[in-house]
């Protein structure tokens, strides 16, 4: 496996108390001490690539390994790697940017978005939002969808009135984490504003963010720049294909470097001072205001709430705001 991106670590340095300063400064010798312990271990990754912020300032960034084990490449921090379901939350970010801006409140329904809607769930179109579907509390699954886009592919936002009615079903549960929520946020979103999810996120969360490698689409970098997932098979690390753009998807769908992924941190941990109000506050707090229920140990922590594409939970007393993600080979 390879670390796609640390976020909990980030996020818990981010929360500053009066004595944070020497804190800080022994914690990067002792987490320095705990990576080179990983690293000699014999099952250790090929690579892994670590970044923390700490109030808008990056005090620890660590890279080791080759991004091509076959050629022997370098992993650095200007390597695009799959990021999986991190992709959640710039897409939340996206969300609480076109809500700001008038353009897509979070509280447009389905009903609003494809009049005449039905689904044979019963379900009523119009008590669905796209708010709903970012904290996955919609109570729609649709498997069916979700497998034509994540495995094959063949999916189009033009399809999605025909599809939910034929394959929408009723969600098992009232918080039913999963990829589909963003999938069909991102429909939403291209239906209303007639322009890609990509595109969108472009505009409104890479560009502000002065994200430099960062895409949804794999042709945006050269093959030899983007860093191979590994996964174990008969005891040897081997590379796994990378994911191409026709199976990125809103849930997870984007290549990210580890010094844009410092860059995402800071501005959530200067409350936006970083970006020079390029993203205003407020949007960014939205994202990780309380927008559902759950309950779930990750990671080892208690999760109980969600946001826009962040996971919410409590640790020692400490507000742990957090984002993980993994594919075949990559964490």
């Known amino acids: 496996m390879r670390a796609a991106a640390l976020i909990i670590a980030a996020a818990l340095i981010g929360a500053g108390t ?25 099952s250790a990754p090929p690579a892994f690539a670590l970044v923390v912020v700490h109030k808008g300032r990056v005090v620890m960034e660590r890279v080791k390994g080759a991004r ?17 379901s991190v992709t959640k939350s710039p897409v ?32 009523d179109p119009a ?11 919609s109570g729609v699954e649709a498997p069916a969808i979700q497998w034509r886009y994540s495995d094959t592919g063949e999916y ?19 918080y039913d984490y999963g990829n589909i929520g ?6 939403i979103a ?39 997932c590994n996964a174990r098979v008969r005891g040897a690390w081997r590379p796994v294909p990378h994911k191409p753009t026709a199976l990125l998807e809103a849930g997870g769908g984007l290549y990210s470097s580890p010094r844009d992924a410092a860059t995402y941190l800071r501005a959530f941990t200067s409350d936006g001072a970083s970006t020079g109000g390029a993203i205003p506050a407020a949007v960014l707090r939205k994202t990780y205001e309380q927008a559902s229920q759950q309950n779930r140990e990750i990671l080892g922590f208690r999760r109980t709430g969600y946001g826009l594409g962040w996971d919410l939970a409590d640790y020692d007393g400490h507000k742990v705001v957090s984002r993980s993600g993994g594919s075949a080979g990559c964490r």
């Open 68 to 84: 091509d084990q076959r050629t022997g490449a370098p992993l650095t921090l200007d390597t695009p790697i799959y990021t999986a």
């Open 182 to 187: 963003p999938v069909l946020y991102t429909a």
């Open 156 to 174: 189009a936002t033009a399809d999605v009135p025909a599809l939910l009615p034929r394959f929408a079903t009723r969600a098992n549960r009232a």
């Open 18 to 42: 009066a004595d944070a300063a020497p804190k800080r400064d022994a914690f990067v010798p002792r987490f320095t001490a705990f990576l080179d312990r990983l690293q000699a271990d014999p």
């Open 92 to 123: 939340g970010l996206l969300a609480a940017q076109l809500d700001a801006k008038g353009l897509l409140p979070l509280g447009t329904t389905l009903a609003e978005v494809w009049p005449g809607l039905r689904l044979a769930t019963g379900q």
């Open 127 to 137: 008590w669905i939002t796209a708010r709903s579907f970012l904290s996955h509390v």
């Open 190 to 228: 291209e239906t209303r504003l007639k322009r890609s999810w990509r595109e969108l996120l472009r505009e409104h969360v890479i560009k502000p963010l002065g994200l430099t490698r960062t895409s949804a689409t794999l042709e945006d970098f050269a093959p030899s720049e983007v860093a191979y």
